[in-house]
Every structure is written in C-alpha cells, then in structure tokens.
C-alpha cells in the first residue's frame, strides 16, 4: 500500500507489479459467506492468458434511436475479462465506456452481439441461470450519492442480497456478515455504520458501502464505473488500494471504466488497457505496453493531455496537437476512421475511405491504417 494521501497522477506502480506475482491466498474466518470460492479464482498473469474469460463481448451493438437519427453509441466491441485480471476502458466522455459497461452487468440488451458469462450467452439464460449471473457479476456506479437508497440503513443496503439469495440464516448471521464486509472495506469500526443512513457520510464512505454490498454477492466480476472519479484525490486513492487489496485477497476480476489514464495505469498495472473512441476500442494492450508507449494517435492524445506534476518532465513532454478539437455529429460519422478529422498522422486515401479494423500489432491490439503499415 501508497500512503492515502499520494495522487494517482504523481503516483509510480509499487516495483513488485511490474512482474507477474500470485494473488494472496488470505481466506476469511471460518462460516464467513464472502471470499469462500472467489479465493480459490486467484491466479497467476501467465495462468489467466491461458484461461477462458468469465466475462466477454462479441461483437456488442448499441444503437440509441433519436429523432434527429440512429446514434451508434457501441459499435462492434470485443472484449474479454479473464479470472483474477483487471480490464481498464478508458476514454473520454460520451465515447461508450458506461453503455458498454452496462451491457456486460446485463442492464441493458445488446442491440447486436452477444454477452457471454463463461461461454454462455446472457440473453439466453434461464431464470436460474440469469439469477447466478446477476451474483457473479456485480455493478458499482459513479454516483455515490444516488446509487443508496437514503431510507435506508448501511445494514439494511449491504444485507439486501444475502437475504434476497439466501446466503445467511435469520438477522443474527446477516449482521455478523455484514459487520465483516464493512470491516473489509475499511470501514471501521464496523458497528458505528451499521446503522448510519447515507446522507450521515462522506462521499468515500458512501462509496465503500457500495462496494461492500457487491462483495456480499461474493462475485467473480465487478464492474466498477467510474467509481472514484467524484471522491477528492486523497479519498480516491484510499479506495483505490481498498480495490486493489480486494483484487488480490479474492481474485475478483474487475472491468474498470474511467476517463482518467493515471488512475488506469495505477489500479490497472498488472492489467490490461482498452482504449474506446466513438464506441470502438482503438487500442488494447498491457496496461506498461499501452501507457509508455502508446501507438494509436488518439491514445497518444489522451496521453498528453494528462498533467504532469514533475515541472522537469513536463517540460520535456510530447505534446500531441490535433487537427481538430471538434468531436464529429455520432448522427453523421465521416467515412472512413471516425478519428480522422482529428488525428495528427491522417493518410489522405486511406484514413478517409476505409474503416481501420481492430488488428494484431506486435504486443497489442490497433485500429489505425498509419501505425499498422509502418
């Protein structure tokens, strides 16, 4: 663990997790409901390459109707999230990370492709099955002032699932449960929140609530959407380490959405970055791979527009200037690479005719016709 006051930004991976390194086997006192089979899903960075994912997208469409015409909000994503393994998507505003998001947790239907929960499509599950999903996969929103319901206790909000599913035996076990989940979260003594209501909390606090109820599910993905982006910077990384400790105690994967590279490449070291643009993932690689040496225009741009703490760096920083600042009209995408009326490296003749594919490039995934020919 950093100290709680570090910001992501200024922030370098710990040394240890530049390299593979097995997930902790810690395993919760006994009779305890939460991190009983998830400990045994932790594994190795060469072992999960080699796993079928839990969760992935194939070829996932969603298309809004609007009056002024269809706006293709994900157009074609291929996503896999495999056991113990953290996916980072990443992108700015409006370009689908949440409505994919909200399509891998099922909350919304596909208007095409499939959602495939180890290898079986959602949309066709039975109703036993979609209940299993919806345990296996758990959802942790940006909000975390509006995703607890204020009449609500933190005792009555994080023992709802276990009641409904029938994982504890009568109010005594739900509340040891639920004391147990809190003290995980770092919220402690576990007894002052049991019976707090949200509004008498702090955002960060709230926000460890949220988190404490999706680990009562005892999940094998969660899917965190941009969960600390409204916490102040000290209160972020707090949470941060929370997540990441939790990551490695259970083995829980995580499909991590945020605008935010530096918060991608500190919670995400170990992992993966894909990077969406206009609902379409333009680049995907290892999170070192992508960060330091980012292939795709827009990637670069994202890049360096991050700020730079270190005066001396940042005056030796690649700056990264676009033809344009003007995001195209998602009614009236331009032909060919939707970035290239934008992009700093444009190819007149191919750029804008012909749609880059998603391709193999040495250590990563590419969407651009410049940098795959080169």
């Given at each position: 663990?950093?100290?709680?006051?570090?910001?992501?930004?200024?922030a370098?991976?710990?040394?240890?997790?530049?390299?593979?390194?097995?997930?902790?086997?810690?395993?919760?006192a006994?009779?305890?409901?939460?991190?009983t089979?998830?400990?045994?899903?932790?594994?190795?960075?060469g072992?999960r390459?080699?796993e079928?994912?839990v969760l992935?997208?194939?070829?996932a469409?969603?298309?809004?109707?609007?009056?002024?015409?269809?706006?293709?909000?994900?157009?074609?994503?291929?996503?896999?999230?495999?056991?113990g393994q953290v996916?980072?998507l990443?992108?700015?505003?409006?370009c689908?990370?949440?409505?994919?998001?909200?399509?891998?947790?099922a909350?919304?239907d596909?208007?095409?492709?499939?959602?495939?929960?180890r290898?079986?499509?959602?949309?066709?599950?039975?109703?036993?099955?979609?209940a299993?999903?919806?345990?296996?996969v758990?959802y942790?929103?940006?909000?975390p002032?509006a995703?607890?319901?204020?009449?609500?206790?933190?005792y009555?909000?994080?023992?709802?699932g276990l009641?409904?599913h029938?994982?504890?035996?009568?109010?005594?076990?739900?509340?040891?449960?639920?004391?147990?989940?809190?003290e995980?979260?770092?919220?402690?003594p576990?007894?002052?929140?049991?019976?707090?209501?949200?509004?008498?909390?702090?955002?960060?606090q709230?926000?460890?609530?949220?988190?404490?109820?999706?680990?009562?599910?005892?999940?094998?993905?969660?899917?965190?959407?941009?969960?600390?982006?409204?916490?102040?910077v000290?209160?972020r990384?707090s949470?941060?380490?929370?997540?990441?400790?939790?990551?490695d105690?259970l083995g829980v994967?995580?499909?991590f959405?945020?605008?935010?590279?530096a918060?991608?490449?500190?919670?995400?070291?170990?992992?993966?970055i894909?990077?969406m643009?206009?609902?379409?993932?333009?680049?995907h690689?290892?999170?070192p791979h992508?960060?330091?040496?980012?292939?795709h225009?827009?990637?670069?741009?994202?890049?360096?527009?991050?700020?730079?703490?270190?005066?001396d760096?940042?005056?030796?920083?690649?700056?990264?200037?676009?033809?344009?600042?003007?995001?195209?009209?998602?009614t009236?995408?331009?032909?060919?690479?939707?970035?290239?009326p934008?992009?700093?490296?444009?190819?007149?003749?191919?750029c804008?005719?012909?749609?880059?594919?998603?391709?193999?490039?040495?250590?990563?995934?590419?969407?651009?016709?410049?940098?795959?020919?080169?």
């Amino acid at each position: 663990m950093i100290d709680r006051t570090v910001n992501p930004a200024h922030a370098e991976p710990r040394p240890d997790d530049t390299a593979p390194r097995a997930a902790s086997t810690v395993e919760p006192a006994p009779g305890t409901v939460i991190g009983t089979a998830a400990t045994a899903r932790a594994h190795t960075s060469g072992e999960r390459r080699a796993e079928p994912p839990v969760l992935s997208l194939k070829g996932a469409q969603q298309i809004f109707r609007t009056p002024r015409g269809d706006v293709p909000a994900v157009a074609g994503v291929d996503l896999e999230v495999r056991p113990g393994q953290v996916l980072c998507l990443v992108g700015e505003s409006g370009c689908g990370k949440t409505t994919t998001a909200r399509m891998a947790a099922a909350l919304s239907d596909p208007t095409a492709g499939e959602v495939l929960f180890r290898g079986k499509d959602v949309a066709s599950m039975d109703k036993k099955e979609r209940a299993a999903f919806r345990r296996s996969v758990q959802y942790i929103h940006q909000d975390p002032y509006a995703s607890l319901n204020p009449v609500r206790t933190v005792y009555s909000t994080v023992s709802a699932g276990l009641r409904r599913h029938k994982l504890v035996k009568g109010r005594d076990e739900a509340r040891r449960v639920t004391t147990e989940l809190l003290e995980r979260v770092d919220l402690t003594p576990a007894e002052d929140y049991l019976d707090k209501y949200p509004h008498q909390m702090s955002g960060g606090q709230r926000q460890r609530v949220a988190v404490a109820r999706a680990l009562a599910m005892n999940p094998e993905v969660i899917i965190a959407d941009e969960s600390t982006s409204m916490l102040d910077v000290s209160i972020r990384v707090s949470l941060l380490n929370t997540l990441g400790r939790l990551r490695d105690e259970l083995g829980v994967s995580f499909l991590f959405i945020t605008h935010d590279l530096a918060v991608a490449k500190y919670f995400a070291w170990r992992g993966e970055i894909a990077v969406m643009y206009l609902g379409k993932v333009v680049e995907h690689g290892p999170t070192p791979h992508v960060v330091n040496d980012p292939q795709h225009p827009y990637t670069k741009a994202l890049i360096s527009a991050v700020c730079e703490p270190d005066p001396d760096l940042a005056r030796n920083k690649e700056r990264v200037r676009l033809r344009s600042a003007d995001i195209p009209d998602l009614t009236d995408l331009p032909p060919g690479c939707d970035f290239h009326p934008r992009c700093p490296i444009y190819a007149q003749g191919s750029c804008d005719t012909v749609r880059p594919p998603l391709v193999r490039s040495h250590d990563r995934l590419l969407a651009c016709h410049v940098v795959t020919r080169g």
